[in-house]
């Protein structure tokens, strides 16, 4: 396709991470849309100049923000730079989509919520985060609202792909590393297979070409209800591993970031606004555990 036919234009920042990973894995299926992956060097998102100026110098239609700082433990010593990517940053942003007409669609995190309501957490629940990872995040989803109200923010968790560093790729290593492990059983969530949630975001912007609108804040993760123990029993089962992995309590396993124990999200509003289809979280981790081991 020539340049000149290509009317539609995507921005993905923080193209290095694991859901811009998976954007870009699936762009050649949208052969209308040109894609512009940025990384934290190519684009570094508090840098309001480089930013102002990357948006004059590009048509943007519409800009994902997947660059986030996501060190959960190291941000509890680091709030300053937390904050500057995850909340100055995001804000700056939706201000400058919103100056460019430009539809910005933005990351967030489970760990809004503190987690001590006992069934599965709803857009409009009342959030307070228990660690500067969720606060930072939860600013950001503050400011990219304030200053631009047309902001989709979609809520995300336990992110796992075959790119990037999470917790299934940690699961594989140490189950080659050693014979037992210790995995918290009490911290109840969804797995997220950030391939699914890529898809979702561009059943989004198809949507949005079609002249639908959508803003404000929206759920998504696999469906299914588990914990880490189990999803890590899981992992050891599609790869037939032998590592004995012991349940343990949160309790006994003292990290600096604090995690809410409840982070399942309900993802009702997601199925009803777009129709989607979520994949259950044990046929989207065979299908990345596959794709890992191929
Ligand atoms: N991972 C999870 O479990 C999880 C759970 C809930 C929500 N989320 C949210 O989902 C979104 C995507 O997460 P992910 O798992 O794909 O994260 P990720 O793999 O950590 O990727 C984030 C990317 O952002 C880049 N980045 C960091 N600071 C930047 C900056 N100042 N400017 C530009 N880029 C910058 C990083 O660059 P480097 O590669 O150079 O570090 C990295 O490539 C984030 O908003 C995250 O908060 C993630």
Redesign the pocket.
């Known amino acids: 396709m020539s340049s000149e036919n290509i009317a539609i234009s995507i921005l993905v920042?923080?193209?290095?991470?694991?859901?811009?990973s998976e954007i870009r894995a699936i762009a050649d299926n949208f052969p209308l849309y040109q894609f512009l992956f940025t990384?934290?060097e190519d684009?570094?998102?508090?840098n309001k100049e480089a930013v102002k100026l990357f948006f004059e110098n590009h048509p943007i239609n519409y800009c994902i923000?997947?660059?986030?700082?996501?060190a959960v433990d190291k941000a509890e010593s680091e709030k300053g730079k937390a904050f500057l990517?995850?909340a100055d940053?995001v804000g700056e942003l939706a201000t400058i989509c919103k100056d460019h007409q430009t539809q910005f669609i933005h990351?967030?995190?489970?760990?809004v919520y503190d987690g001590t309501k006992e069934i599965a957490l709803k857009e409009e629940d009342t959030v307070a985060p228990l660690n500067v990872y969720g606060l930072s995040?939860l600013k950001g989803e503050e400011l990219a609202l304030d200053k631009n109200p047309s902001s989709l923010i979609i809520r995300?968790?336990?992110?796992y792909s075959s790119f990037?560093?999470?917790f299934v790729k940690t699961m594989l290593r140490l189950f080659k590393e050693r014979d037992e492990i210790n995995v918290v059983s009490d911290q109840m969530g969804s797995p997220?297979y950030?391939a699914d949630l890529a898809n979702v975001i561009m059943q989004f912007i198809e949507r949005m070409e079609k002249g639908e609108t959508f803003s404000g804040i929206v759920n998504y993760c696999n469906d299914g209800i588990t914990n880490w123990y189990e999803f890590a029993e899981a992992i050891k089962h599609f790869v037939n591993g032998n590592c004995k992995i012991n349940p343990i309590l949160t309790s006994a396993y003292k990290t600096p970031a604090k995690r809410p124990l409840n982070s399942v999200l309900d993802t009702s509003k997601i199925k009803k606004l777009i129709q989607a289809e979520i994949p259950y979280w044990k046929d989207s981790l065979k299908k990345c555990i596959e794709k890992l081991m191929s």
Do not use: F, H, M
């Not at 920042?13 to 811009?20: F, M, R, V």
């Not at 990351?107 to 760990?111: E, K, L, N, R």
């Not at 995300?156 to 992110?159: I, K, N, Y």
């Open positions: 920042t923080g193209a290095n991470g694991q859901l811009a990384s934290r684009l570094p998102i508090e923000n997947c660059a986030a700082y996501t990517i995850n940053a990351i967030s995190t489970d760990y995040k995300t968790s336990w992110v990037g560093n999470n997220t950030a």
